[in-house]
């Protein structure tokens, strides 16, 4: 008996030593990768924090230098920041809630209702989503132009009001995650498309409009070819096209160019943290219910 308790705790032994070191491998990995995704922004201050001769140098500095506060005084003086900060942020907020809108209606009638030609019009859209977006410059802008909204916002705003991409997604995330009984009871309350779309569908919908909402406004902020097209007023460009101005053609600025990429960064990162917060939460709750 003495022997066989002296294996098995030898046996526990070893067993409790290997998911302790496999846990810390783990745990080792996932730092390393943090720590890989987050140089490229570390490497962004240094760069934008020195001068154009410290990008040059040999070997490259490594720690930031102090010259962050005039680089980015200097890209106030060279460009409206603030002026198509402001355009840059009505389009993609403005964009990002029509697309959380209209996405997840269609997707919620692809999902659960049955219409003629369903599985035709929801092929064509895989279709549309297919096709390059450079091929649609010249069509959307002529488009634009006949409606009159050549130079304006709304030449950004209402175009990028739905996607396939966004359609495909909530569309998967809805069929897996929204039960039909939920919906018949609400039948049963007398509840409406709209209304069961509204009460029933969108609170369960949160954790998959998180992450649409972080890619589409991620998407819209750092758009450049489709503003550089259509906004034919340079007093109403955004910010990505405006930084552009930046990069000249000769004796380019390098620390200039960015302490401006670093500053149209910001708001990103923050976006990113406070929408990835309510995506891990509203998971992790959904998780929990399962």
Known sequence: MAADDRTTGSAGLAI??????????VRATLLFGVLVSLFPF?????????????????????????????NMGRVLDTVDFFGSLF?????AVLGTVLVLFFDSLAAFAFAKYEFPAKKFLFGMLLVTYMIPAQLSLVPQFVTM??????????ALIIPSAANAFGIFWMRQYAQNSLPDELLDAGRIDGAGFFRLYWTVALPLFRPALAFLGIFTFIGLWNDYIWPLVV??????????VALANLNVLYNTDYSLVMAGALMSVIPLILVFLIGARHFLRDLAAGAMKM
């Open 87 to 91: 355009n840059t942020v009505v389009v």
């Open 42 to 70: 570390y490497w962004l201050v240094v760069l934008a924090s020195g001068t154009t001769q410290d990008i040059y140098r040999y070997p490259p500095k490594l720690l930031p230098g102090p010259h962050l506060l005039d």
């Open 16 to 25: 409790g030593s290997g998911s302790r070191l496999s846990r810390i491998g």
């Open 231 to 240: 906004m034919i007023d340079p007093d109403k460009v955004t910010l990505q």
């Open 145 to 154: 132009a006949e409606f009159g909204w050549a130079g304006s916002l709304k």
